[in-house]
């Protein structure tokens, strides 16, 4: 009994698909993916998506947005005080960035948020932080920060390093106003005949479920910031495959489908704001971590930045596939349960 | 090259901690934990917490809810017909209950709620699933019943077979108002010179860092029914070590912390609303997975549900121990930041 | 200067603008509707969207819920203790409302939903309440509620008779979720020919807009059960113009358009979950308010609550008019912006 | 009959409280305050918290942010145009203030921001503007601004004026982060003899009940970035007494209460991020509202904004006294009740 208290693993079963064909400036590549998860019907909908990318000129992705962040939390005498030192912040930005910059040479500090509760200041410290998601770099740079605010502002008084202004893991709506993680863009066109073929459906008939389900749907229930079907399967499957810390799943979960119908075409893109990952740090050192990374592609530069941000691209690209295919199951009655039913009990 | 591309695994590392002192009526006992994760501090926080349970009476749990859900859409011609059929779906409820459960021994039909949105009709159907987390059994029963409702009101056209306001993986309110999955309130009262020497900390001070960061901070950040630290990382590594799927820290992300003085001690409590497992269906016969579960002694009865509830509270339990702990050491100035340089960088 | 101090009036124009031709089991009529405003545009919007009522047939509304709410806070001494209570308030249903009901003829509490917090217990109460509004009514009654509670669980304590999980006047999805005030969807068919001569657009650019701005718009801003564009501006209009409390206007800007194209028309519908009017209470007896609920015949039966629904149903048609009349206008570049010109600059 | 439909008034019954003790460098003052409301309860009530600041030292205020918003929607044809629009707004941001602030010499673009959800690209527009509120002056700058945007960038189509990115009365989480109003941080010790004599409570069980009904409760309720318990009702009071737009309240009901436990004494904060009022502009000038803006000196001098800038911090010191009047009464069992009843059955 005592020897399986020992370390040890827990293995995820991980299969490649694809491949799913990227065209854009940050990528332009044909890219097989793996994916790691429990759940098998995730492969082959993911796969005819990667499928519909290859019929239909590739999925376009832009980066719109980097940036990794941590807000601290510190107590002024008053509320004038905790307003005259969110000025200050500003207008002494590059002394604040150097105090932070000095703990790595990757973290940037490029932009700060204040808010203030009363007497309690809240900021929140944005930072580029190279090929690492950053979640460790940007809490070292921003206790120095928040050391050199204390230091030259006295009256303040240290309350936390993280206020939950950041926010880490968790619902809000901060994250996709300011920014978090990378903010990528994909999108197709779909034609009418790869629709019906492939997908077994019409753009008409994709655009209407997606209006009605994504986003009237997810409105009643009261959703926040939120559009898609289900994000969170693709990016824990594409994270854990890849070595990263799979809880970034909450913040990636809020993302936008947006459909319409061009010409005979669909046009169908999926904005996935919150791309959490790293080409380096925790997990990416494990021998399958580090070999999916190369053989996507990830680990070839060493320009600061360059391999996490194709590796988003990636992930994002990988998550519009499983959007794409999972809502046009949804459009006829029986596909998804029989799907599952195929899967799962072979 | 080609060899790689064959199927495999994602391997997380995992260790055990606790043991976890845990009573109540449905767990008294002592628990060993596994938490697979690529973030190692994670794991010496959990076992400060669980040291902290076995030093101070046990973490007190209780399950106030339990059941699974999916909603479907459905269009009527107008909204007075959606209302209609929304009426009668009530009325007549034992047969929809009838229809829903011929697919599954397991699956029983315990309520449902109805959302109209001008002649769109959404329902959203709650059941028991038993030792299942029950994503797949109640998509199955939902289809059924949906069947019933588009044959009996044969004005009713299908929507969807899901309608986000289910809702799965996703951040909403509708979740934690109507219940998904197992709600479990977790609680402990510790003493002072616990506070002090484990946790390096007062209750004073854990209680005011909570106030300002996890409620005043989570509500500047426009968060939603979150107030909580790092839930999600406590369920991410708790749902892989158990074969779960790992995406449902969507949901698990959201819950509470409560905590105050009283008399000399801290009482501290988390409420976790969204624990989704199972000891039975996808990912938990895997060894790894079978055997975890029967360590903590979540296969040995044949009550339906009386494992998966086991399971729950060990899961919630552990969020509580690692709430604690983070909170802790963010009140102390430096700590967290230490605590990561010492585990990560050997 | 001193007599200036003197009590007074703040007096906000008024004006009649219809007839709105509404049909339905509630209200088959056209209706004249009084709205008071500092802002003029609002009269010409909501008149033409009136117009449009008469010339297609009108304005189907249907009453989907209706109940007024009240929360009150409970501390026990821990979790299972609150959940006992919890359980113990529904098993005794019938007690709890006699309790609740003792304080006024028209109170009926209808339901109770519960939420625990670690040792904190919410219970919020659910009532008819006839022809008022209810605020007043609903907290005398939880006020006894809540003391028979007390009294019959004395571990608990009073924690406070308003717990904001009520919640009133205030953003959140609680009161969408589990209901508050009348939800009245509103529905109606507009020809292209309507749509083209009158809003001077069409089904499909109207459709697109509302898809765009209330669904995706509103999303991105992290709206909360909200898809409409200013339902704000008529429900305060209409408030005041029939003395009630303006500041429900909170609740009342929550709430969903939903358009389709059907066939060669439009299909615009206004569901407004929050119509919160009385024609009994504060605010009634004044002259111009008496006369405007007689008016529209809203003090006609003596049936508890038909006059407030009947209100009501005016209210949520009247929110169809404007939204309806904006979003065309929103649809033309420039057409905005030269109604409020020619509006407010005479 | 017909007589009845002419033009007329909704008087809403006004009264004077106070005087208010307001310190800071934008007011330093005693301040009547003339409230409009059907809800009589509500002049003692902020008459009980006005009577605390003048006891206490005063109500401190701080004015922390202040501009107006409107968002325009622009079609691209794809994300990486969208993309490239929203880069250059930025790097052009001199040129495209210039196009604004033609429209009218009050409005000054002061910042912008973007989002972009696959080709559809959301430009929320911010300004200062004097002395009015801003909703008419912002969308013909906005007008003005997306012209040139659509000229300079023609692959651009127009979708709306308004993309509810802006957001104007409706709960959102994007005003509180990017500011929309005036944000008036206001505070106040009040000594623990005040708290017992006047406000029949001690400090700790005004702070107990804050943290469990303003942060617990209304995060249990899915509310958003709201910590409060009636915000509403004082802000429309005071709209409704001052010309204002009283819609408005949508958006000032979010705001945050925060209190604490200062040695013997309380400190009680109000923070009201989104006061919309103005000294000029539509409701201004009636004569009652005239009269009552130059009783408060908020007429009195013609550096633009100044006026409107004390309105504001006035507004969010009335927000404070009825917040900690009421929270005041709900510490006591039955205080709330017996108010109501005495107040309105005379």
Same mark, same amino acid.
């Given at each position: ?16 698909? !694809? ?31 990667? #499928? ?54 990757? %973290?940037? *500090? ?22 690492? %998601? ?7 740079? $921003? ?28 619902? $809000? ?25 492939? *997908? ?36 824990? %499957? ?7 810390? /799979? ?21 169908? $893109? ?10 380096? /740090?925790? !997990? ?5 971590? #580090? ?13 600061? !930045?360059?391999?996490? #941000? ?37």
């Amino acid at each position: 009994m005592k020897r399986n208290l020992e370390p040890g693993w827990a293995s995820v079963p991980m299969r490649w698909v !694809g491949p799913i064909r990227i065209v854009g400036t940050e990528v332009d590549d044909q890219v097989m993916v793996p994916l790691a998860t429990f759940e098998a019907p995730l492969w082959p909908s993911v796969a005819r998506g990667a #499928r519909v990318s290859t019929l239909c000129g590739g999925i376009r992705a832009v980066v719109v947005d980097e940036r990794m962040t941590r807000s601290v939390i510190l107590e002024a005498p008053d509320a004038p005080c905790a307003l005259g030192v969110a000025q200050a912040a500003r207008s002494r930005f590059a002394e604040l960035a150097a105090a932070a910059q000095r703990t790595s040479r990757y %973290a940037e *500090l490029i932009d700060i948020h204040t808010q203030i509760a009363g007497n309690l200041l809240f900021v929140r410290f944005e930072y580029r932080t190279g090929d690492a %998601a950053g979640h460790n770099m940007t809490t070292a740079a $921003s206790q120095a920060a928040m050391e050199w605010l204390l230091q030259e502002y006295p009256a303040l008084c240290y309350v936390s390093i993280s206020g939950n202004y950041c926010t880490d893991k968790k619902a $809000s709506a901060v994250n996709g106003i300011l920014g978090r993680g990378r903010n990528v863009v994909t999108e197709i066109t779909v034609t009418r005949a790869v629709c019906r073929r492939l *997908l077994k459906t019409t753009p008409e008939r994709l655009v209407e479920l997606h209006v009605r389900k994504n986003l009237i749907g997810t409105m009643l229930a009261g959703g926040l910031r939120t559009a898609n079907a289900h994000y969170a399967n693709m990016l824990l %499957a594409f994270y854990l495959a890849t070595g990263q810390d /799979g809880a970034n799943v909450v913040e990636g979960a809020q993302g936008f489908v947006h459909a319409e119908c061009r010409g005979d075409a669909l046009y169908f $893109s999926a904005t996935v704001p919150h791309v959490i990952v790293g080409t380096v /740090g925790p !997990g990416k050192t494990l021998e399958f971590a #580090r070999r999916n990374l190369e053989m996507m592609g990830c680990t070839a530069t060493r320009e600061p !930045g360059r391999n996490a #941000r194709r590796l988003a691209v990636i992930a994002a690209a990988t998550v519009l596939c499983g959007e794409l295919s999972l809502l046009a199951a949804q459009t006829n009655p029986g596909e998804l349960m029989q799907a599952h039913l195929k899967l799962e009990r072979p």
